[in-house]
């Protein structure tokens, strides 16, 4: 057969040659040691955890070790492609603050090794399926659909494997002269690729997560180019990997079966492999089983759950962490205020098999991830949430900056700081008896306590608050009211002596609680009152009177 003819036949437009692409893909010129990672979405407008679990992945090998982290688009699938779903794509991974050196663009893309969607790229991929066809080592296959099922149905019979190879491969060894004829008729084909392989024979991997896999050789003629001359993910993959430096492939475990095709395309067009790094599955807990998260049953599954729930950034990427490296928690807690970046991520820490998704720790790490933030960051990411999923707080949030953020601030930037915030979502409630739209008034006082005496604390106590007074002598006064009415000063005093005393002071700042906040526990009460000031203070006071 004379290959260079049909490569001719197949690709009569293509002009330039595999050197000449490969010319304007240049080495790059980067640091002993760099490291050059990519992620390969697809624009289906859905945007799940394993997309960001690679790209943190992706971002950490580059970005700490001086390389370049870049974003492709894989578009080849247009069925699957959505309108807006690049633009997804891009947005998700920015609120994730994870951030592209080079890759596409909303509008256009940056960087030199582009075009970096694949769609764009068809004549690059059809100048490396032209030179195969012209070594013999691809073939058009002219089957339709009803050969292939055919085929299929023939060797579900017989017990045969499936797929197209060996003696199934009907078009492999098709004469020259039909093949002219066909595409004359205007049948329609796809380009196969001719595989050598011997699934006897094995070949010996090297993945960077999962260690030496032995796996058999690949011998399918699978599919290079469709019928509308777009690749596969295969010969994409293999193309841009190459062209564009990939030097570590992130990517999904779901991969691996196909990697023997892989490393056999890398080996047809005369290329270097990269590194392989297979991400395990993310798998969570079902009714005592572990089970593969599923985009049917799992909200949780979909990027937009965070943002919709209110999982402050950070700590999605932090949990994230902790199931991508299996030393990070022990970092992080020896080291609670440094960056994320400042952690050395390493592929050899990460998870051979499933990793275990649990929201219930992700929302124990959320804590302690509100905890550490500033009030200012609590302000940007809470106003950002609200903005969008719950307007009416965010009205009330923004009415005034300096009063909301004062709230946001019990509790932060102190040796101890509070705990108790997960989800942004959660603040509302925190926040609530603060604004008078939302402050929802309380009659549960101490069980211990008499209407009468409740009514004596509610009474007495405006007479001697002070906004003025310090913490310690606003507490006294607290006291000393306590001990008129028959409680003792302190619980301590109250269980040498419960006889002696109707209750102890606890009880007593209890009503004040009650009466101002409508709830049984709350933020230090000091504090409380100071942000809610004086008048709103007394105002709440006397209307709990009123309802007793
Ligand atoms: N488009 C593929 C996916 O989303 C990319 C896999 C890869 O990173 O190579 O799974």
């Given at each position: ?390 307007p009416d707080f965010h009205k009330l949030l923004t009415r005034n900056p300096d009063y909301s953020k004062a709230i946001i601030s019990i509790g932060r930037g102190v040796p101890k700081p509070r705990k108790d915030i997960a989800v942004w979502s959660e603040m509302k409630d925190y926040m609530a008896f603060f604004y008078d739209e939302l402050f929802v008034p309380g009659s549960e006082y101490p069980a211990n306590m008499s209407t009468e005496d409740v009514r004596a604390v509610l009474e007495k106590y405006p007479a001697l608050y002070d906004e003025h007074d310090d913490q310690t002598e606003w507490f ?73």
């Open positions: 057969m004379d290959y260079s003819k049909l490569a001719e036949l197949l690709f009569p437009g293509v002009t330039e040659t595999a050197e000449e692409v490969e010319a304007r893909y240049p080495q790059r010129n980067l640091p002993e040691g760099a490291k050059v990672t990519r992620i390969a979405p697809s624009p289906t407008g859905f945007m799940h955890l394993g997309n960001l679990f690679g790209a943190i992945t992706d971002e950490r090998l580059a970005h700490q070790s001086g390389g370049v982290f870049y974003l492709r688009i894989e578009d080849t699938d247009a069925k699957r492609a959505v309108e807006g779903g690049v633009e997804t794509i891009i947005s998700v991974f920015k609120k994730f603050g994870l951030n592209f050196d080079e890759g596409a663009l909303i509008d256009g893309e940056k960087g030199d090794y582009g075009p970096y969607r694949q769609r764009q790229r068809a004549p690059i991929y059809h100048v490396f399926a032209k030179k195969l066809v012209s070594e013999g080592k691809a073939y058009p296959c002219f089957c339709t659909e009803e050969e292939l099922s055919a085929m299929r149905e023939k060797q579900e019979a017989e017990g045969a494997n499936p797929g197209y190879y060996g003696k199934w491969a009907a078009h492999r060894d098709m004469p020259l002269e039909d093949i002219e004829k066909a595409l004359a008729e205007g049948k329609s084909w796809v380009l196969r690729f001719r595989s050598e392989g011997d699934p006897e024979k094995y070949l010996h991997l090297n993945d960077l997560v999962k260690g030496k896999i032995d796996m058999p050789e690949n011998d399918q003629d699978i599919v290079l180019l469709k019928s509308d001359g777009i690749p596969t993910y295969h010969f994409a993959h293999v193309v841009d990997d190459h062209l564009m430096r990939t030097t570590h492939v992130v990517r999904g475990e779901e991969w691996l079966a196909t990697w023997p095709v892989h490393v056999q395309l890398f080996a047809a067009l005369g290329w270097k492999l990269p590194k392989y790094v297979h991400t395990a599955q993310l798998m969570k807990m079902d009714g005592g089983s572990k089970r593969k998260l599923s985009k049917r049953k799992d909200p949780e599954l979909a990027l937009d759950y965070y943002f919709a729930e209110g999982y402050p950034v950070p700590s999605v990427i932090e949990y994230l962490l902790t199931l991508l490296n299996s030393n990070f928690e022990e970092w992080r807690l020896a080291n609670p205020k440094e960056p994320y970046e400042n952690f050395k991520f390493t592929t050899n820490k990460m998870s051979v098999s499933g990793s275990l998704f649990d929201l219930d720790k992700l929302r124990d790490v959320s804590r302690n991830v509100v905890a550490m933030l500033t009030t200012e960051q609590v302000w940007d990411y809470l106003t950002d949430w609200a903005e969008r999923y719950d006294n006064k607290v006291k000393e009211l306590s001990v008129s009415l028959g409680y003792a000063a302190s619980p301590k005093e109250y269980k040498q002596n419960p006889e002696g005393f109707k209750g102890h002071v606890g009880d007593v700042s209890a009503v004040i609680r009650m009466a101002v906040t409508g709830r049984v526990n709350s933020p230090d009460m000091y504090t409380v009152m100071s942000i809610l000031g004086r008048d709103e203070v007394l105002n709440r006071i006397e209307k709990a009177k009123e309802r007793l």
